[in-house]
């Protein structure tokens, strides 16, 4: 039964009914209007869809349309929701999310809800060159699962939509069946669990788990590199799920022959299936994933803004969602217009691609004259630590600073091959995350770059 429109908020609230009741749809509009104007970037176009009701105990609870929406809302929506319920009813109430169909085969690392993304689903996909075959492999995975390519293998660079397709073929296939098992994780969380398994003693069920599922999803399986057992272990999860044509879906930042220190027998079974790769969108896809961004959003950018933005932001997708949520913000302290003028200041402290380009020879000068070491012997052989860093920070730098290719940066310094450039690459980004000294040696260079 719902509640009428004359009646007050409080009143809404007031009333005890044994059975949940409508929240009052005014009252509601007015809770969505204090999230949307204290939270730009958390709300999204399909909080409209959502149906209040009232409990008996002060909960206002909510019911959203899909588990991954629950997800988003479980982690993000609550605290925001209450504290505008709270201001509106001007009573102690609290809100609640909750979702009628949760799936009951999917599973991710136990208790933790579906750590599913309710955006990224095919519709929210833009396709253009850069990404027709792994969108076109991933539909065709979802819908025939084990039948079409198995594995399927997509790779490319961080923030181009890895993520995205994998969570859009879980979403996919638990839409068409509730009862899928569906087991989908990152490649960090498989390692930490096998090797939880194996302390406790626990590598049956650890087996079970892992092999008595329909599809298995492991986001960024370059983090195997280097890890044995965890691929000997692997190894044989794989086996068991092929043989018995049971989907297995992998990304990774390289090919599997780029990955470093991964097992022959594993690199040849990730080439079994489809190996598909994502590109860097162009300036096409770039406009057209910047509208559809906003329209999630319910945000609406005029054509002159979306070309702006789209001109001055190539490097990756999620630099593109950054700078919507930054006019977003902009936007709602300025009441609200977004134009050129907002989007020009919003950016304004970023330079455009071309202004960016940095030469190798820059690199090589910054990178001599920081560590005090000569650029013949960074270029040259010698192995030594005090030129072996410096080289791989030159490749580390080259990698994100040029377009050249692993092989080109690899001829320049000391005529390395591809996988030595990887493993710089890789070497240097992680020691700007878990070493502070290494990181500040690095931003300094960088300011050297950048600056001057
Ligand atoms: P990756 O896993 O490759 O690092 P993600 O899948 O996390 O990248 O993508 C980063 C962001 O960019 C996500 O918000 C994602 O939705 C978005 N994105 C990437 N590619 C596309 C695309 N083709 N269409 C729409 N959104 C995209
Ligand atoms: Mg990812």
């Known amino acids: 039964m719902a509640t009428t429109q004359s009646q007050s908020p409080r009143e809404a609230l007031v009333r005890r009914a044994p059975e949940p009741v409508a929240f009052d749809p005014t009252s509601w509009d007015r809770i969505l209007q204090i999230v949307k104007g204290q939270h730009p970037s958390l709300v999204r176009a399909w909080f409209d869809t959502f149906v209040p009701r009232v409990l008996t105990n002060g909960v206002i609870q909510v019911t959203v349309a899909t588990p991954a929406q629950l997800n988003f809302c479980q982690s993000q929506c609550q605290a925001p929701f209450t504290s505008a319920a709270q201001q509106i009813t001007g009573r102690l109430v609290s809100v609640s999310f909750h979702c009628e169909n949760l799936p009951r085969g999917i599973f991710s690392d136990g208790e933790a809800p579906l750590p599913l993304n309710p955006d990224y689903v095919f519709e929210n996909f833009v396709t253009g060159p850069c990404n027709q075959l792994p969108h076109a492999a991933s539909i065709a995975v979802a819908t025939n699962l084990g039948q079409s390519y198995n594995p399927l293998f997509i790779h490319g660079g961080v923030g181009l939509g890895k993520t995205h ?170 009441g609200g217009r977004i134009d050129l003028e907002l989007a020009k200041k919003a950016l304004g402290d970023m330079v455009t691609p071309e202004q960016r380009r940095i030469s190798i020879g820059q690199i090589l000068e910054a990178v001599t004259k920081y560590y005090a070491v000569k650029a013949t012997d960074l270029q040259g052989k010698k192995r030594h630590k005090s030129i072996a860093f410096p080289r791989q920070v030159c490749m580390y730098l080259a990698r994100r600073h040029t377009r050249f290719s692993l092989e080109e940066i690899g001829a320049h310094f000391g005529g390395r091959d591809h996988s030595t450039v990887i493993h710089a690459v890789r070497t240097i980004g992680d020691a700007c995350t878990h070493k502070k000294d290494i990181a500040n040696q690095i931003q300094e260079i960088d300011v050297q770059l950048t600056v001057g």
């Open 165 to 334: 397709l994998l969570q859009a073929i879980c979403q996919t296939v638990l839409d068409r069946s509730r009862d899928a098992r569906i087991l989908y994780l990152s490649c960090d969380n498989f390692i930490n669990q096998f090797i939880n398994a194996v302390e406790a003693n626990e590598m049956n069920q650890f087996r079970h788990r892992y092999r008595h599922v329909d599809l298995l999803v492991i986001d960024d399986i370059h983090f195997l590199a280097g890890k044995d057992r965890t691929q000997e272990e692997f190894f044989h999860t794989f086996n068991t799920l092929h043989q018995q044509q049971k989907q297995i879906v992998l990304s990774a930042d390289c090919p599997p022959s780029e990955i470093p220190e991964l097992e022959d027998r594993l690199i040849s079974r990730f080439n079994w299936g489809l190996v598909a790769r994502i590109d860097k969108p162009d300036i096409e896809t770039r406009v057209a994933i910047l509208q559809k961004k906003s329209r999630i959003r319910g945000l609406v950018l005029p054509e002159d803004v979306v070309n702006y933005v789209a001109s001055m932001i190539d490097a990756n997708t999620r630099e593109l969602e950054g700078a919507i949520t930054k006019l977003q913000g902009m936007a709602s302290l300025q």
